[in-house]
């Protein structure tokens, strides 16, 4: 039982470039988020999703794209990548809002 | 909106006890409390639903005073294993947002 997955874990990425992150449940949970860390910022919610084909936007979404093709999966997207979003990227899941929330291991992103 | 948490650090020697607040400028379904050590991912600690109720295991316990849209996180007896930064997560409304707040920074020291 893997949890919630993340790929990559590391990533370089050049100013203007883009990239995909994935995010992948085997727990069968409705609820999926993407948050970015940043130090003194918390967990800053970008987009998150109630369920397969579904998505909203959170507290800070410009700049990302999401998608929700199958329920296990939510897609972060960014088409072009800027230094301001360099971050630590974790994705989460649960059953449902009010339910515990299980974390990915995060993702490290430096957009140079 | 984030919550937000106070203080936003706290220093303390073992064995002694801490709080750390959560307040909200919305209406909450929920609140939930979250541990993460340096390096590692955030790990659930607990949930505390709307009803005004209070829980705890071992020696950490959190209260939810839903009217003033505030949670308390109290940890007893600190023990070095206790290190990390906390958050509060929120719940507002029926959207199924999951907000946190900026996180609160607790260092336990022999």
């Known amino acids: 039982n893997a949890g919630v997955t993340q790929t990559p874990k590391f990533r370089v990425l050049k100013t203007g470039q883009s990239m995909t992150l994935l995010c992948a449940q085997d727990m069968n949970h409705e609820y999926m988020y993407w948050y970015r860390q940043d130090p003194g910022m918390g967990l800053r919610l970008i987009h998150y999703?109630?369920?397969?084909?579904?998505?909203a936007k959170g507290e800070v979404p410009d700049g990302y794209n999401v998608s929700r093709l199958k329920k296990q999966n939510f897609l972060l997207g960014l088409e072009s990548a800027a230094p301001s979003q360099t971050s630590v990227y974790f994705c989460?899941?649960?059953?449902?809002?009010?339910?515990?929330?299980?974390f990915g291991q995060g993702t490290r992103l430096t957009v140079v | 909106q984030q919550p937000v948490q106070s203080p936003q650090a706290v220093i303390l020697r073992e064995g002694e006890d801490a709080v750390i607040n959560c307040s909200s400028s919305?209406?909450?379904?929920?609140v939930h409390w979250y541990r993460q050590k340096h390096g590692e991912a955030p790990v659930f600690l607990m949930i505390l639903l709307k009803g005004g109720e209070q829980k705890g295991h071992d020696k950490i316990s959190a209260s939810f005073n839903e009217k003033k849209q505030q949670s308390s996180l109290y940890l007893t007896a600190s023990q070095l294993s206790y290190s990390g930064t906390y958050f509060c997560g929120t719940v507002s409304g029926n959207t199924g947002k999951l907000i946190f707040g900026q996180g609160t920074t607790l260092q336990v020291k022999p």
């Open positions: 999703s109630v369920g397969e084909g579904t998505t």
């Open positions: 919305k209406a909450l379904y929920s």
């Open positions: 989460a899941s649960s059953y449902w809002a009010n339910t515990e929330a299980f």
